[in-house]
């Protein structure tokens, strides 16, 4: 299934991507792929491909903090990026909300480290925060979208998101990955809504707060 799709929606993915890497290249001075160790399957470690939506050698330690706060609380899984984020390159905020700076991952796939369909890959620091039954996640491949990225995903807390990749885990066939594939656009267009609003209500909040600080 995985190779079949990728094949047949090459002309759509690869300009895409050589346009985004272009783009890319041309705001932030740097390389267009981003590379990071993530967690795969049954806990092996891989190296994630992106393209490159922040500035070169960006602190990582508030994503760090962000997380821990997402994984420790009962809170809605809300992105650093929505209230801004000085890290970010030109149009990175609209890359990461669309979607399409995963679009590297096809070779993840392609080399069998990844599947277009389920949990996504976590990151060392927070698999190493996970409890034993949330590294249950981990027994079957990472995917570029799954069922939680279609169920709510950032309005959704840590612990729901953990509840629905282990759902995931242990119902996966081949009519779910389709049924998720095809809800995925959807979900991509409400994840931008959703973007768009936060980012206009910041944008209205910051001269109120600025004008509460000369008071």
């Known amino acids: 299934l995985d190779c079949t799709l990728i094949v047949l929606t090459t002309p759509v993915w690869l300009p895409l991507g050589l346009l985004i890497a272009a783009w890319v290249k041309f705001v932030s001075p740097g390389p267009a792929l981003f590379r ?48 801004g984020d000085c890290r970010l390159i030109r149009g990175g905020l609209w890359l990461r909300t669309l979607g399409v700076d995963e679009l590297p991952q096809i070779i993840n796939v392609l080399r069998g480290e990844m599947s277009l369909v389920g949990p996504r890959p976590s990151t060392v620091y927070e698999f190493e925060m ?44 081949w009519f779910l990955d389709i049924k998720i594939i095809v809800c995925t656009l959807p979900a991509v267009l409400t994840q931008l809504t959703d973007a768009y609003t936060g980012r206009r209500v910041a944008s209205k909040a910051q001269p109120a707060e600025m004008a509460a600080h000369l008071l």
């Open 130 to 173: 996970f409890q034993p039954r949330h590294r249950q996640r981990c027994e079957t491949l990472p995917g570029l979208t799954g069922l939680w990225q279609v169920k709510g995903k950032n309005r959704t807390t840590f612990e729901r998101m953990m509840e629905l990749d282990l759902a995931y885990v242990e119902t996966k066939s």
């Open 36 to 83: 990071q160790e993530r967690i795969g399957h049954m806990g092996g470690r891989f190296h994630c491909l992106k393209f490159r939506t922040m500035k070169v050698n960006a602190d990582t330690r508030v994503h760090r903090e962000h997380l821990n706060h997402l994984m420790t609380s009962n809170r809605p899984m809300k992105k650093l990026d929505t209230n």
